[in-house]
Structures are given as C-alpha cells and as structure tokens.
C-alpha cells in the first residue's frame, strides 16, 4: 500500500517545486515588478500543466484510467495545496497576506491549469491511439484475425 502513495508523493513535490522555482525568480529577480510577476506565475501554472499533461500521456499508455487518474487527482491537489498554503513562506508572505480573493484566484488558476493538462495528456493518448483501452482494442483485433476460422461440419 505504501508502495502507491510514493508517485503521488513524488509528483506532488515536483509540482511545489516548481512553484517554488517560481517563487524564488519572482522574489531575487522581479520583487517590484507586477508585469513579470504575473508572466512568471503563469508560466508556472503553465509549466504545471505540461508536467501533468506528460505524466497522463505515460500512464495512460500502461494502465487503464481508474488506476491512474485517481493517483493524479491526489497528486495534483496535494501539490496545490502545498503551493496555496507553504508557497507563500517561500516569497515571505503569508497564504492570506494579498486577500480572499488572489488567495482563491491561485487556486482556480491551479485547479485549471491542473485539469486542462490532465486532458490534453490524455487525449493525446487517445488521438495517437496509444491510451490502454485503444491498445487492448488492436490486441484483440490482432488476435482475433490471426487466428483461424473454425471449420463448421455439417
């Protein structure tokens, strides 16, 4: 069971790095830059999306969604969470220090960012024919063509 929730935590702290990474440009780099802030936020969130879209594509292809989409799900929200409510720390702020609402701006950006990289992963699987169910289709077709008729005697 342990052996599970090692990706998912894996995961999860890549995904906090990379806000951290962000953090860290924004704070030696752009500390009184709104404009560059801004960009290296999305950015951020953009990079959180392809890392995500990457991992779907790989999982897609080995294992069937309901095994992979959870570990993801959990994944992703715990690296949120890790971004939402440490990150801040990072930049030597507070989680609420800008308000509610950037508070919950982070994390619709995040869960967005989140969710269309999820998709575009998977169905880039899909189109490319290389998602678990669409190989499980060609291997039974395969099988099923290269093995011979059945001779019905009457």
Not at 32 to 59: C, K, P, Q
Not at 79 to 90: C, D, K, S, W
Request: a positive charge; proline letters at 5%; zero cysteines.
């Amino acid at each position: 069971m342990r052996q599970r929730w090692v990706p998912v935590a894996v995961l999860a702290a890549g995904l906090f790095a990379i806000n951290v990474i962000a953090r860290l440009v924004i704070r030696i780099g752009f500390a009184d830059n709104e404009t560059a802030e801004g960009r290296v936020s999305i950015i951020m969130f953009a990079a959180i999306g392809i890392v995500l879209a990457v991992v779907t594509f790989i999982r897609a292809q080995r294992v069937p969604p309901s095994s992979w989409l959870p570990e993801l799900a959990a994944a992703a929200i715990g690296g949120m969470l890790l971004t939402i409510l440490v990150g801040p720390f990072v930049s030597g702020d507070t989680p609420f220090s800008a308000g509610a609402g950037n508070f919950f701006s982070q994390v619709w950006l995040y869960s967005g960012f989140a969710i269309v990289g999820t998709l575009l992963g998977y169905w880039i699987a899909t189109m490319l024919g290389r998602d678990y169910r669409s190989r499980s289709l060609q291997a039974f077709a395969k099988a099923r063509t290269t093995r011979p008729r059945r001779v019905v005697r009457r």
